[in-house]
C-alpha cells in the first residue's frame, strides 16, 4: 500500500503475556518512529530506527519493551510480560529522512488493551 | 518544565472566526516545527511546517514562529466545524536533530 500499515489494528490480551506489534513504513523511508498514546494523552516517544540501526532509545519506559527493524523495512515493537498501564494505542510513523525537513507519515496505529 | 507547552483547552469558537493556537517549547537549539492534526479516533496529519522567524500562510492556515521567544503558533482563519481536532505542536530537538518532540496538543471545537 501506499501508506505506512501497522498490525493488528487491535489486540486485546492478558496481563502477562507477551505482544508483538507490527510496522510497515512507506516505501523508501528509512526512518521509522514508534510512539505511544494513551486516551486523551499526547504522543510519548518510545525509540526511532535510521535504516536497522536504533540511535535513540531513550523513550522506552523499561526494559520490558524492546524493538527491532530487518532490511531497513519492517519493524517490531515487542511488550513482555504486559501490565494494564501498557494499555494506548501504538503508533508507528516513517520519514524520507531525518525529520528535520520531512513530515512523518503516521499509521492507523494499533490499539492495545490489557485486561 | 516541560519540553513543549499547549494551551490544553477545549478551546471553542464559532464559524467564520480566527482560531489562535499557542506553543512553546524549552529546547533553545529547535530550528524546525511541525504542527499535526488529529481528528478522535484517528492518526495524526502534518498541516503545516515552519523553520524561519515569521509568518508561513498555507490557505487558511498561518503559522507565526518566533524564536527568540521560543514560541509558534498556528492561526486557522473561516474556521470550519470540519477544523474541530485535536492540534499538536511538534519541534525537532535541538540535540537529536531526528527526534520530534510532540506537544500534549490544543483541542479545538468550532460551533456551527
Known amino acids: 500500500g501506499a501508506g505506512v500499515s501497522q498490525s493488528p489494528s487491535n489486540k486485546v490480551t492478558e496481563k502477562g503475556k507477551d505482544v508483538e506489534l507490527r510496522c510497515d513504513p512507506i516505501s523508501g523511508h528509512t526512518a521509522l518512529y514508534w510512539y505511544r498514546q494513551s486516551l486523551g494523552q499526547g504522543l510519548e516517544f518510545l525509540i526511532y530506527f535510521q535504516g536497522n540501526s536504533a540511535p535513540d532509545k531513550s523513550g522506552l519506559p523499561s526494559d520490558r519493551f524492546s524493538a527491532e527493524r530487518t532490511g531497513g523495512s519492517v519493524s517490531t515493537l515487542t511488550i513482555q510480560r504486559t501490565q494494564q498501564e501498557d494499555s494506548a494505542v501504538y503508533l508507528c510513523?516513517?520519514?524520507?529522512?531525518?525529520?528535520?525537513?520531512?513530515?512523518?507519515?503516521f499509521g492507523d496505529g494499533t490499539r492495545l488493551s490489557i485486561l | 518544565q516541560k519540553e513543549v507547552e499547549q494551551n490544553s483547552g477545549p478551546l471553542s469558537v464559532p464559524e467564520g472566526a480566527i482560531a489562535s493556537l499557542n506553543c512553546t517549547y524549552s529546547?533553545?537549539?529547535?530550528?524546525?516545527f511541525f504542527w499535526y492534526r488529529q481528528y478522535s479516533g484517528k492518526s495524526p496529519e502534518l498541516i503545516m511546517f515552519?523553520?524561519?522567524?515569521g509568518d508561513k500562510e498555507d490557505g487558511r492556515f498561518t503559522a507565526q514562529l518566533n524564536k527568540a521567544s521560543q514560541y509558534v503558533s498556528l492561526l486557522i482563519r473561516d474556521s470550519q466545524p470540519s477544523d474541530s481536532a485535536t492540534y499538536l505542536c511538534a519541534p525537532i530537538s535541538g540535540t537529536s536533530y531526528d527526534k520530534v518532540i510532540f506537544g500534549p496538543g490544543t483541542s479545538l471545537s468550532v460551533i456551527p
Open positions: 515552519i523553520y524561519s522567524n
Open positions: 510513523a516513517s520519514s524520507l529522512g531525518t525529520a528535520s525537513n520531512q513530515p512523518q507519515h
Open positions: 529546547d533553545r537549539g529547535s530550528q524546525s
